[in-house]
């Protein structure tokens, strides 16, 4: 049961971003929303994953795994349901914060919680939880806009996402009675600052960031490319789906595939290399294939999960997992704004989007270098001794 618990918190992380960018022509419409703001609005999952991600370590540590895993879905329920209702831009702007805030220390949450639960079987619970993330980002893209038009509104098709948030609260809540604390010993010595000097920490969070500025990137901005190119709306959200349904089976067969290659960089080298490929056609030929551009970007967001995995993999103890998580996270989620930031300035310098795609294509190849250093078998424990 605690391992259906983590997947149903997992899913619940993603509908809070992929539910906004389907509706967003409707959205900014009916609240009266500006360009400038709703580019704010792509950039704030990243902004806030960075900041509430330095800040989760601490908050881990005082009130222990599953209190805050309670708190996290109470955020991301008032936060999702309370923007569906305002009528401003910026309330929708501070609520989407706190749902997201709640998101952001759910992410960090998943491997200590993996540590602590199933210390065994890392590879397996973290594939479950990762397929989990990728599964909850693509339903919202393809089941918000079905919603809001069956229900006569996007308000009503964004609030959905309260209610499925509210069934994994009910399940965390019979764990409020035995809140765990990670090691306390592990973490007097793991400090954010001291994995500072870690090699391999660093390694991880450029790893992390440069994963996750691909991720935002494409499902912020992926739909008004081929909409650009010359694809329907409704196309342009299917795809957009597609890409986050194709990580799914990836992901469920990664640890067939980790046991496989053992500690060589393969994986992160064939995630950059699809991704290239990914972009590249999307570059070129919009248009004329964009269901395998989806797919090869979709491949490529394995990335994400095999280094969630790796986080636990790389550390001793579930102290030492929330404090690299949220290093990692933290870290890598701040350098990731250069993806949908980036994607977005470079095309309205320009008025294409060739640039845009060239730094994605950029970005991509960062995989495989900062990969190959994670794939060496280390703790992060030694490399501060």
Same mark, same amino acid.
């Given at each position: 049961?605690?391992?259906?618990?983590?997947?149903?918190?997992?899913?619940?992380?993603?509908?809070?971003?992929?539910?906004?960018?389907?509706?967003?022509?409707?959205?900014?419409?009916?609240?009266?929303?500006?360009?400038?703001?709703?580019?704010?609005?792509?950039?704030?999952?990243?902004?806030?994953?960075?900041?509430?991600?330095?800040? !989760?370590?601490?908050?881990?540590?005082?009130?222990?795994?599953?209190?805050?895993?309670?708190?996290?879905?109470?955020?991301?329920?008032?936060?999702?349901?309370?923007?569906?209702?305002?009528?401003?831009?910026?309330?929708?702007?501070?609520?989407?914060?706190?749902?997201?805030?709640?998101? !952001?220390?759910?992410?960090?949450?998943?491997?200590?919680?993996?540590?602590? #639960?199933?210390?065994?079987?890392?590879?397996?619970?973290?594939?479950?939880?990762?397929?989990?993330?990728?599964?909850? /980002?693509?339903?919202?893209?393809?089941?918000?806009?079905?919603?809001?038009?069956?229900?006569?509104?996007?308000?009503?098709?964004?609030?959905?996402?309260?209610?499925?948030?509210?069934?994994?609260?009910?399940?965390?809540?019979? #764990?409020?009675?035995?809140?765990? #604390?990670?090691?306390?010993v592990a973490d007097?010595?793991?400090?954010?600052?001291?994995?500072?000097?870690?090699?391999?920490?660093?390694?991880?969070?450029?790893?992390?960031?440069?994963?996750?500025?691909?991720?935002?990137?494409?499902?912020?901005?992926?739909?008004?490319?081929?909409?650009?190119?010359?694809?329907?709306?409704?196309?342009?959200?299917?795809?957009?789906?597609?890409?986050?349904?194709? /990580?799914?089976?990836?992901?469920?067969?990664?640890?067939?595939?980790?046991?496989?290659?053992?500690?060589?960089?393969?994986?992160?080298?064939?995630?950059?290399?699809?991704?290239?490929?990914?972009?590249?056609?999307?570059?070129?030929?919009?248009?004329?294939?964009?269901?395998?551009? !989806?797919?090869?970007?979709?491949?490529?967001?394995? !990335?994400?999960?095999?280094?969630?995995?790796?986080?636990g993999r790389r550390?001793?103890?579930?102290?030492?997992?929330?404090?690299?998580?949220?290093?990692?996270?933290?870290?890598?989620?701040?350098?990731?704004?250069?993806?949908?930031?980036?994607?977005?300035?470079?095309?309205?310098?320009?008025?294409?989007?060739?640039?845009?795609?060239?730094?994605?294509?950029?970005?991509?190849?960062?995989?495989?270098?900062?990969?190959?250093?994670?794939?060496?078998?280390?703790?992060?424990?030694?490399?501060?001794?």
């Open positions: 049961m605690v391992g259906v618990a983590i997947v149903l918190l997992a899913v619940n992380l993603r509908p809070a971003v992929g539910s906004v960018g389907v509706v967003l022509d409707a959205l900014r419409g009916d609240l009266g929303m500006s360009v400038t703001v709703a580019g704010l609005l792509t950039t704030l999952p990243v902004l806030c994953f960075a900041a509430a991600g330095i800040a !989760a370590h601490s908050v881990i540590a005082k009130l222990g795994l599953h209190v805050t895993t309670v708190l996290v879905l109470v955020l991301t329920v008032v936060g999702v349901a309370a923007r569906s209702l305002v009528d401003s831009p910026e309330l929708f702007l501070f609520f989407s914060v706190v749902a997201l805030s709640g998101c !952001a220390i759910g992410n960090i949450l998943l491997p200590p919680l993996a540590k602590r #639960h199933f210390p065994d079987h890392i590879a397996g619970i973290s594939a479950a939880y990762g397929a989990a993330l990728m599964g909850g /980002g693509a339903i919202a893209s393809f089941v918000t806009v079905p919603l809001a038009s069956a229900l006569g509104d996007w308000r009503w098709g964004t609030a959905f996402w309260a209610f499925l948030a509210l069934v994994a609260l009910l399940l965390w809540l019979p #764990h409020l009675r035995d809140s765990v #604390h990670v090691d306390p007097a010595r793991f400090k954010l600052r001291d994995l500072a000097r870690s090699r391999l920490a660093w390694a991880m969070a450029l790893l992390f960031g440069v994963q996750s500025a691909q991720a935002y990137a494409q499902f912020g901005w992926l739909p008004a490319i081929l909409v650009d190119a010359g694809l329907s709306d409704a196309y342009a959200g299917a795809m957009v789906g597609l890409l986050g349904s194709v /990580g799914v089976p990836l992901t469920l067969s990664l640890p067939y595939l980790m046991s496989r290659v053992g500690d060589r960089a393969w994986l992160p080298w064939a995630f950059s290399a699809v991704t290239v490929l990914g972009w590249v056609g999307l570059m070129l030929w919009p248009a004329e294939a964009p269901w395998l551009w !989806a797919v090869l970007l979709g491949l490529g967001g394995g !990335a994400f999960t095999w280094t969630l995995t790796m986080i550390t001793r103890t579930a102290g030492g997992t929330a404090a690299l998580s949220s290093f990692v996270q933290g870290t890598g989620y701040a350098v990731s704004a250069i993806g949908p930031f980036g994607t977005g300035l470079l095309h309205d310098l320009t008025h294409d989007w060739y640039a845009s795609i060239s730094l994605m294509i950029t970005l991509s190849v960062f995989i495989a270098v900062f990969g190959s250093i994670v794939a060496r078998p280390a703790y992060v424990e030694d490399t501060l001794s």
